[in-house]
Every structure is written in structure tokens, then in C-alpha cells.
């Protein structure tokens, strides 16, 4: 039979077993802000060229309807607009 020297030395080994730290898991709500940090800068500053890039190259025209800047403008009829010139033109 184990004599109670052995028997206390296996309850011993056991408690400190049971009582180590287990490997933990990485916490999910601790963020790397830094890295955080480096990639919206990063994006920002693509974005920002980007655009730059748009505005420089000439090829974002405006699609309405410009009215021509020699001779009368084109009147339109029925808007709010063109009735106050309509009626400005018939006073001078």
C-alpha cells in the first residue's frame, strides 16, 4: 500500500497542476492602435491623392446644361427662373 508521504507528495503535485495558469487566450477587446493608426493614415493619404488626381486630370465634367456665355441665354419655359427674367427684361 502507498504510504501517506507518497499519497500527500501526488496531492501536492496535483494542487500545483490544477493551480497553474492555463495558456490564455488573446483578450478580443485589446486592440493595436498603432497599427490601427498607420492603416487609416495610409488610406487617408491614398484617398487624398487620389482625388487630387480627379481634380487635375480634366476628365470629371459637369453633365447639366451649361447656358452659352456669348449671346442671350437660353430661356426656359416654366421655371420660376425664367419668369424673373421675362419680367426684368420687359421693364428696361
Known sequence: MASPGHILIVCVCLLSMASAEAPQEPDPFT????TLRIGGLTIAGILFILG???ILSKRCRCKFN???R?????EEEGTFRSSIRRLSTRRR
Open 66 to 68: 451649361q447656358q452659352q
Open 31 to 34: 486592440y493595436d492602435y498603432h
Open 70 to 74: 456669348t449671346g442671350e441665354p437660353d
Open 52 to 54: 487630387i488626381l480627379i
